[in-house]
C-alpha cells in the first residue's frame, strides 16, 4: 500500500474551515484514499473515502487532485469536538492500510 | 444501528496473567479484525477474522490469539501477558472485510488493558 505524509500538527478557529492536506505520492490506479479521525482513547471513526472524484458527506468534503498524488479533507465549519487526530491512508481496502501517525488538529475558540 | 460493542472498557492485569477481551460486531457484518494501539508504535493490525476462519494475521507472537463464533462475534486472548501488551486494543468489523475494495472498516471503542 502508498505511503502518505501528513503534516503531524495544525489548529483551526471555531467555526471555520478546517483542511487537513495528505500527499500520496505512490499511490496506485486502483487504490482508494480514506480518512479517519481518532478522539482520544475512543477508536477510529470513519470519515469519508474517494477514489478520483472529489467526495461530500454530511461529515466532510474530499478533495483529490487530478493526479492523485495528494488530497485534503475538508471540514466546512470545524467545532471544538472536531479535535482529534486525522488518519490519511491509502489501499485498496482500509483494513489493509496502515494508519500512521495522523495530524492532530487542535479547533480553537 | 448499533455500532462496534467491545467489552471490557478497562482492564488490569498483572504479568503472566491471560485476559480475554469481546467485540461485537455491527449487525450484518462478517469480518472483524483486531488491532493493537500504543503511543510508541501506533496502530498495528492483530489479525482478521472472517466466517469463523482466521484470514489474515499481523506479526505477533502465538501469545495473542483470536476466534469468531458463528453469529459474528469475536474474542482475542493475550496469555502471559507482559508489560509491553499494555495497550488500547480495538477490533473494527465491515461487511466481507479484506477482500473486497472499497471497504469501509467501522471501529469499536477499545478495551484499554493495562499490565502491572
Known amino acids: 500500500d502508498a505511503k502518505t505524509t501528513q503534516p503531524p500538527s495544525m489548529d483551526c478557529a471555531e467555526g471555520r474551515a478546517a483542511n487537513l492536506p495528505c500527499n500520496h505520492s505512490t499511490i496506485s490506479g486502483n487504490e482508494y484514499v480514506y480518512w479517519y479521525r481518532q478522539i482520544h482513547s475512543q477508536g477510529p471513526q470513519y470519515i469519508i473515502h474517494?477514489?478520483?472524484n472529489n467526495e461530500t458527506n454530511e461529515m466532510a468534503s474530499l478533495i483529490i487532485t487530478e493526479d492523485r498524488k495528494s488530497s485534503t479533507l475538508i471540514l466546512p465549519h470545524a467545532t471544538l469536538r472536531d479535535t482529534a487526530v486525522y488518519y490519511c491512508i491509502v489501499g485498496l481496502n482500509a483494513g489493509k492500510s496502515t494508519f500512521g501517525d495522523g495530524t492532530t488538529l487542535t479547533v480553537k475558540p | 444501528k448499533a455500532g462496534v460493542t467491545q467489552t471490557p472498557r478497562y482492564l488490569i492485569k498483572t504479568r503472566g496473567q491471560q485476559v480475554t477481551l469481546s467485540c461485537s460486531p455491527i449487525?450484518?457484518?462478517?469480518?472483524v479484525s483486531w488491532y493493537q494501539q500504543t503511543p510508541g508504535q501506533g496502530l498495528q493490525f492483530l489479525f482478521e477474522?472472517?466466517?469463523?476462519?482466521?484470514?489474515n494475521k499481523g506479526n505477533f507472537p502465538g501469545r495473542f490469539s483470536g476466534r469468531q463464533f458463528s453469529n459474528s462475534r469475536s474474542e482475542m486472548n493475550v496469555s502471559t501477558l507482559e508489560l509491553g501488551d499494555s495497550a488500547l486494543y480495538l477490533c473494527?468489523?465491515?461487511?466481507?472485510?479484506?477482500?473486497?475494495?472499497?471497504?469501509?472498516?467501522?471501529f469499536g471503542s477499545g478495551t484499554q488493558l493495562s499490565v502491572l
Open positions: 449487525s450484518g457484518h462478517r469480518s
Open positions: 473494527a468489523s465491515s461487511l466481507v472485510g479484506w477482500t473486497r475494495e472499497d471497504e469501509k472498516l467501522f
Open positions: 474517494g477514489l478520483k
Open positions: 477474522y472472517f466466517s469463523e476462519t482466521q484470514r
